[in-house]
C-alpha cells in the first residue's frame, strides 16, 4: 500500500509537470485562455480517473479536440460570450458521452475506422503546426475562416519576422527533441519552457515583442468558481459538440484498448464513455474545455511507474497546488516556447509509416484518408469529422455488402473442394453445395439474389446453400430465400439450408418461413465443421435417389 502510494505520488509529480504546460499551449490552441487548459487538467483529470473503467489512462485537453473546440469559438473570438459558449460546449459534450455511456454504445466507435482517423489526426496535427507559426514567428495576420490562407499571408509578411520570437521558439524545440532522446524525457517540455523562459527574462526579449502568457491572460492564484451553462446557446452549439464528444470517444476507445488493467483485462468502453462524460460535464461548472484520453500525457504516466488510478488524482491535485503558489511564474512563460512545444508534438501525431500503411492496404481506406484530410484542412473541424464518420459508415456499408460465394464440390467424405465460379445455370437432378461468406442484411440480399444460379431449364434441381455463421438473416434475407425455393418448385426442385445458427432458426420460425422451405430442408449448425453440409448432400441425394423411375428417363432424356 505505501510502495503504490510512493509511486503513485512520483507519477503524479512527472505528469503534472509534463501536463501543465501542455494543458496550456492546447488552450492557446482552441483560441481561449490557458487558464482554462489549467482547469481542465485539474478538473476532468481527476473525475475522469475516479469514474472511469482505465486505471492507467490521463484525461486532459488533446490536440485534435482544441482544434475542434478552436473551430468552433472562433467565430466569436473578442465577444463577450466566449467563456459561455466554451462552458456550454464543454457541459453537452459531458451530456452526449453520459447519455452514450448510459446506453451501452461504447461498440459504436469500432465503426470509426482507422484511415478516417489516420487522415483526421493527420490533418488536426497539420492545423496545429500552421496555426501556431503566428506565435513562433511574432507575424501577426488577418484571421481567415480557412487556416490556409492565413498562413500563405503569414509567408508573405516573413520580412516582419520577430528574430527574438523565433529564437526562443526554435530553442525551445531544440531542447525538447535534445531532452526526449534523455532520461530527463518526462521533464523534457517543462525544463524546455523554464530555460527560454529565463533567457527571455535575463535578454529582456520581452521588451523586444517576445510576448508572454500574461499578454494573452491573468492567471488567478485560485481554483474556478462554478458557472453554468447558457441554455440559450444549447441549439447553436449541439452540432459541434456532438462532433467532439464523437472525436473524443473515438480517440479515448482506442487509447484505452491498448492498455491492460491490473487484472490483464482490458478496459470496459462504455463505462469509459460515462468517465469521459462525467469529466467534461462536471468539468464545465468549473471553465474546463472538453477533454479526452491524451496519448502523450498516459504515456508520462505509465513511465513515471503509476500504480493505481490515484496516479492521476495526485497530478491534478499538484497542477492545483501550481496555480494556487506559482500563477506569476506561469505568467512569465513565453508563447513562442508553448508554439514550440505545440509543433513538435504535431509533427509527433504524423506518422509516415502509418499513412503507407493505410495507402497500401486498400483503395477504399486511401481514398477515405484522403477525403479525411481534405476535410479537415478545408472545413470547420466539426464538419470534417462528420465527414469521417459518414465515410467510416460508407466504408463499412460498402465492405459488410459484398459477399463471397463460392461452389463446395465434395471430394470425400466430410471433405469439400472449394471452387471460386459458380454456375449460372442449375443442372437437372445434381444438387450443387454453394457457401456464402458474408452479412446476410438487407443490401447483401440483393448480390445474393443476383448471384445465385437459375433454374431454367433444369428439372429437379437441388440447391444446398452453406449458411455458417452468417446471423444478419432479417426480412429482406428470408424472402430472398423463401422465393428462390418456390422457384426451384417451379421445376420440381429444392432449397436446402446447412449450417443454420440457432438466431437465423429462431428468426426463421418466428416468422414462419421454416414452414414455407420445410423444416427437413433445415439442417442446424453443429460444432463439426461441415457435418451439417454432409448431411444435407446425403439427405438431396437419397431424395434424388427415391424419385419415381419415369421421372428419372425424362431427366435422362433432356
Known amino acids: 500500500m505505501r510502495r503504490d502510494l510512493l509511486s503513485d505520488l512520483s507519477a503524479g509529480i512527472t505528469g503534472a509537470t509534463a501536463g501543465a504546460p501542455q494543458a496550456m499551449a492546447f488552450a492557446i490552441v482552441a483560441g ?19 469514474i472511469g473503467s482505465s486505471t492507467y489512462m490521463t484525461t486532459g485537453p488533446t490536440n485534435a479536440l482544441a482544434v ?12 463577450d460570450d466566449l467563456l459561455a459558449r466554451l462552458i456550454t460546449l464543454t457541459f453537452l459534450v459531458g451530456v452526449i458521452q453520459l447519455l452514450m455511456g448510459v446506453f451501452r454504445l461504447g461498440g459504436l466507435t469500432r465503426f470509426v475506422s482507422a484511415a478516417v482517423m489516420t487522415g483526421f489526426v493527420t490533418g488536426a496535427a497539420l492545423l496545429v503546426l500552421l496555426g501556431q507559426l503566428n506565435h513562433l514567428t511574432g507575424i501577426h495576420t488577418q484571421e481567415y475562416a480557412i487556416l490556409l490562407q492565413e498562413t500563405g499571408e503569414l509567408l508573405l509578411h516573413l520580412p516582419r519576422l520577430n ?30 519552457i523554464i530555460i527560454t523562459s529565463l533567457g527571455v527574462a535575463l535578454l529582456n526579449w520581452d521588451e523586444h515583442g ?12 485560485q481554483l474556478p468558481d462554478i458557472r453554468l451553462p447558457d441554455a440559450h446557446l444549447i441549439p447553436e452549439l449541439a452540432a459541434a459538440a456532438l462532433a467532439i464528444a464523437v472525436l473524443g470517444l473515438v480517440q479515448t476507445a482506442a487509447l484505452s484498448q491498448t492498455l491492460r488493467e491490473p487484472n490483464n483485462q482490458l478496459p470496459n468502453a462504455s463505462r469509459e464513455f460515462l468517465g469521459q462524460g462525467a469529466a467534461n460535464l462536471l468539468g464545465s461548472l468549473f471553465q474546463t474545455m472538453p477533454a479526452g484520453g491524451s496519448l502523450s500525457r498516459t504515456a508520462v504516466n505509465l513511465k513515471a511507474g503509476a500504480h493505481t488510478r490515484w496516479a492521476n488524482v495526485w497530478s491534478g491535485l499538484f497542477v492545483a497546488l501550481l496555480m494556487i503558489l506559482g500563477a506569476p ?21 504524423i506518422s509516415p509509416a502509418r499513412i503507407r500503411f493505410i495507402w497500401h492496404a486498400s483503395w477504399r481506406g486511401r481514398w477515405a484518408m484522403l477525403a479525411t484530410l481534405l476535410a479537415t484542412l478545408i472545413l470547420p473541424l466539426q464538419y470534417a469529422v462528420y465527414v469521417g464518420v459518414l465515410l467510416s ?9 459484398h459477399l463471397r460465394i463460392t461452389q463446395l464440390i465434395p471430394v470425400g467424405d466430410h471433405l469439400f473442394r472449394e471452387v471460386k465460379t459458380v454456375p449460372h445455370l442449375l443442372p437437372s437432378a445434381e444438387p450443387i453445395i454453394l457457401s456464402i461468406q458474408g452479412s446476410l442484411f438487407f443490401a447483401a440480399m440483393r448480390e445474393v439474389e443476383a448471384r445465385l444460379p437459375r433454374p431454367t431449364g433444369s428439372r429437379y434441381p437441388v440447391v444446398i446453400l452453406r ?32 449450417g443454420v445458427d440457432d438466431q437465423v432458426l429462431q428468426t426463421l420460425t418466428r416468422t414462419g418461413a421454416i414452414n414455407r422451405l420445410g423444416r427437413e430442408n433445415i439442417f442446424p449448425a453443429t460444432d463439426v465443421l461441415l457435418l451439417s453440409t454432409s448431411d444435407a448432400l446425403h439427405y438431396a441425394r437419397t431424395w434424388l435417389d427415391e424419385l419415381p423411375e419415369t421421372h428419372k428417363n425424362v431427366i435422362n432424356l433432356d
Not at 68 to 79: C, D, E, H, I, K
Not at 210 to 221: G, K, Q
Not at 333 to 347: E, M, P, R, S
Not at 393 to 401: A, D, E, G, I, V
Open 32 to 50: 481561449i485562455s490557458p487558464v482554462y487548459g489549467l482547469y481542465t487538467a485539474i478538473i476532468s483529470t481527476i473525475v475522469a480517473s475516479l
Open 467 to 498: 449458411l455458417r455463421g452468417d446471423v444478419g438473416l432479417a426480412g429482406t434475407g428470408i424472402s430472398t430465400l423463401v422465393n428462390y425455393a418456390e422457384r426451384l418448385r417451379e421445376h420440381q426442385g429444392k432449397l436446402i439450408l446447412c
Open 210 to 221: 517576445v510576448l508572454l502568457v500574461s499578454d494573452l491572460s491573468h492567471v488567478p492564484r
Open 393 to 401: 459508415l460508407t466504408l463499412h456499408l460498402q465492405q459488410s455488402s
Open 329 to 349: 511564474l506561469v505568467e512569465r512563460i513565453t508563447l513562442a516556447a508553448l508554439a514550440g512545444h505545440l509543433i513538435v508534438a504535431a509533427i509527433s501525431l
Open 68 to 79: 475542434v473546440v478552436a473551430s468552433t469559438l472562433a467565430p466569436f473570438a473578442g465577444q
Open 163 to 192: 528574430v527574438p520570437t523565433f529564437l526562443t521558439g526554435t530553442a525551445a524545440m531544440l531542447l525538447i527533441v535534445a531532452l526526449h532522446q534523455s532520461r530527463l524525457s518526462n521533464f523534457a517540455t517543462l525544463i524546455a
